[in-house]
């Protein structure tokens, strides 16, 4: 759906923008509400290791899977780009490459799950029965690899293109599929840790099986396309060194933000399970908002691409706008919301140690959201502009210089609070540099 299209069903790009947000929103908040499911049913069972296991395994499948969140991202941004210009093949041609790359990314991480599993624990730091549940957790969920890698592909494509209904309604069969299998794994069968792996695992399968029947229906619509024109530029080379050159970048800025906060979660286990616990709520708390405020950044991502044909600046200075006030209102509200009525935690464990420590450290949920949230709506606007080396040098320098020194401060001094500073010191690079780069007349 072109940008032309838009302003012909809504009057103004100010509804446009909140319409396809409502949508990426509702989608992005069952991604998180899923996980705190996982969550809850860990952390209501007799031993507090499942949680603290669960944990800890997500920090490699954090590396698996959001290292190659290129496929979304990239994605998104050059479909919507492609709309922008009116180029139908184009769309088709990224989508073929695109589901080309994660098809043999998601081959390599099946054939090399063992040395990934190994090495991987070892490195981590917990306990042995905290060790042994993250174990598990993972050989369950290993086996959805090619769905996820997959539906990032088709996740972007239908970003790109701003069909957010698409988006929401593979989101929907996903995470509704997750949570009903959680509880027959977990619940009913009781397979704990291991059954919350394979309940995410074959929940990625029934939305990439959706997914691939919306590209089928949108083919069939487009009666002027044919296989036999794009297969022969298909392996064009400059425009597939242009996307391995994008991918790589966006692969560089997601690596390093996913070690931080995959340092962050190891760095606390250091602290003792009812601390690693009490983070981790935490930090689900902060993904949940995250998801929330990531309904914007999509949007801006989408608008951002198809504007950058554009010369004149003014619908590039009032998407920005628009998006940092939304995003702003809901990070800062949604701390607000977690200070103000504490015992929504208790929805997630009845572990009283866990909650009484969770409470001396949620006031770091405001600066961690209020600032997070500027940097969240840049991220997607670069992105949909695809600037990887913007994108590649902010992460590295926020990572690098705001969190790792502070972080390994805390470790230092057995400092949880100084640990939640580091998180804080992130999202403020991340926000200074992603920031102080737009206002660069290069990139304005």
Same mark, same amino acid.
């Given at each position: 759906? #072109?940008?032309?299209?838009?302003?012909?069903?809504?009057?103004?790009?100010?509804?446009?923008?909140?319409?396809?947000?409502?949508?990426?929103?509702?989608?992005?908040?069952?991604?998180?509400? @899923?996980?705190?499911?996982?969550?809850?049913?860990?952390?209501?069972?007799?031993?507090?290791?499942?949680?603290?296991?669960?944990?800890?395994?997500?920090?490699?499948?954090?590396?698996?899977?959001?290292?190659?969140?290129f496929?979304?991202?990239?994605? *998104? #941004?050059?479909?919507?780009q492609?709309?922008?210009?009116?180029?139908?093949?184009d769309?088709?041609?990224?989508?073929?490459?695109?589901?080309?790359?994660?098809?043999?990314?998601? *081959?390599?991480?099946?054939?090399?799950?063992?040395?990934?599993?190994?090495?991987?624990?070892?490195?981590?730091?917990?306990?042995?029965?905290?060790?042994?549940?993250?174990?598990a957790?993972?050989?369950?969920?290993?086996?959805?690899?090619?769905?996820?890698?997959l539906?990032?592909?088709?996740?972007?494509?239908?970003?790109?293109?701003?069909?957010?209904?698409?988006?929401?309604?593979?989101? @929907?069969?996903?995470?509704?599929?997750?949570?009903?299998?959680?509880?027959?794994?977990?619940?009913?069968?009781?397979?704990?840790?291991?059954?919350?792996?394979?309940?995410?695992?074959?929940?990625?399968?029934?939305?990439?099986?959706?997914?691939?029947?919306?590209?089928?229906?949108?083919?069939?619509?487009?009666?002027?396309?044919?296989?036999?024109?794009?297969? #022969?530029?298909?392996?064009?080379?400059?425009?597939?060194?242009?996307?391995?050159?994008?991918?790589?970048?966006?692969?560089?800025?997601?690596? @390093?933000?996913?070690?931080?906060?995959?340092?962050?979660?190891?760095?606390?286990?250091?602290?003792?399970?009812?601390?690693?616990?009490?983070?981790?709520?935490?930090?689900?708390?902060?993904?949940?908002?995250?998801?929330?405020?990531?309904?914007?950044?999509?949007?801006?991502?989408?608008?951002?691409?198809?504007?950058?044909?554009?010369?004149?600046?003014?619908?590039?200075?009032?998407?920005?706008?628009l998006?940092?006030?939304?995003?702003?209102?809901?990070?800062?509200?949604?701390?607000?919301?977690f200070?103000?009525?504490p015992?929504?935690?208790?929805?997630?464990?009845?572990?009283?140690?866990?909650?009484? *420590?969770?409470g001396?450290?949620?006031?770091?949920?405001?600066?961690?959201?209020?600032?997070?949230?500027? @940097?969240?709506?840049?991220?997607?606007?670069f992105?949909?502009?695809?600037?990887?080396p913007?994108?590649?040098?902010?992460?590295?320098?926020?990572?690098?210089?705001?969190?790792?020194?502070?972080?390994?401060?805390?470790?230092?001094?057995?400092?949880?609070?100084?640990?939640?500073?580091?998180?804080?010191?992130?999202?403020?690079?991340?926000?200074?540099?992603?920031?102080? *780069?737009?206002?660069?007349?290069?990139?304005?």
């Amino acid at each position: 759906m #072109g940008v032309s299209r838009f302003r012909k069903i809504w009057p103004s790009f100010t509804t446009q923008f909140l319409k396809l947000s409502a949508a990426n929103v509702l989608s992005n908040l069952m991604v998180p509400l @899923a996980s705190l499911v996982d969550t809850a049913f860990l952390g209501h069972l007799s031993e507090i290791h499942y949680l603290g296991g669960v944990a800890l395994a997500t920090i490699l499948f954090n590396y698996l899977y959001w290292s190659f969140g290129f496929l979304r991202m990239g994605t *998104t #941004g050059l479909t919507a780009q492609a709309v922008g210009r009116g180029e139908a093949e184009d769309l088709w041609l990224l989508l073929w490459r695109s589901g080309g790359i994660a098809i043999a990314l998601s *081959t390599a991480i099946l054939l090399l799950q063992w040395p990934i599993r190994e090495l991987g624990f070892a490195l981590l730091n917990a306990t042995a029965t905290v060790q042994a549940s993250g174990i598990a957790f993972f050989q369950g969920r290993i086996w959805g690899a090619p769905a996820v890698l997959l539906n990032f592909v088709l996740l972007g494509w239908f970003l790109g293109q701003g069909q957010g209904r698409r988006v929401l309604v593979l989101a @929907a069969i996903a995470n509704g599929g997750n949570i009903l299998l959680d509880y027959v794994f977990v619940v009913r069968f009781g397979w704990a840790s291991f059954g919350a792996g394979l309940a995410t695992a074959l929940s990625q399968y029934l939305a990439l099986v959706v997914g691939l029947g919306f590209v089928i229906q949108q083919w069939r619509s487009q009666q002027d396309q044919s296989w036999q024109a794009l297969q #022969g530029k298909l392996w064009h080379w400059p425009d597939l060194r242009a996307l391995f050159a994008l991918n790589r970048d966006i692969l560089i800025r997601t690596f @390093a933000l996913v070690t931080a906060f995959s340092l962050f979660t190891n760095f606390s286990s250091g602290f003792g399970e009812t601390v690693l616990a009490a983070n981790t709520l935490l930090l689900q708390v902060i993904s949940l908002a995250a998801y929330f405020i990531d309904g914007f950044a999509f949007t801006a991502e989408t608008f951002a691409g198809q504007f950058a044909a554009d010369p004149t600046p003014q619908r590039r200075q009032q998407l920005l706008q628009l998006g940092l006030g939304l995003s702003l209102f809901c990070g800062l509200g949604f701390g607000l919301l977690f200070l103000a009525m504490p015992r929504l935690f208790e929805l997630l464990t009845h572990h009283q140690s866990v909650l009484d *420590t969770v409470g001396q450290y949620s006031i770091w949920l405001l600066p961690v959201l209020g600032i997070g949230s500027i @940097a969240y709506l840049l991220d997607g606007y670069f992105l949909g502009l695809t600037a990887g080396p913007i994108l590649r040098n902010a992460s590295l320098i926020s990572t690098g210089v705001f969190f790792l020194p502070l972080g390994i401060a805390a470790v230092q001094q057995n400092s949880p609070t100084l640990l939640w500073l580091a998180m804080s010191s992130l999202m403020l690079g991340r926000t200074l540099t992603l920031g102080s *780069t737009f206002l660069s007349p290069q990139n304005a």
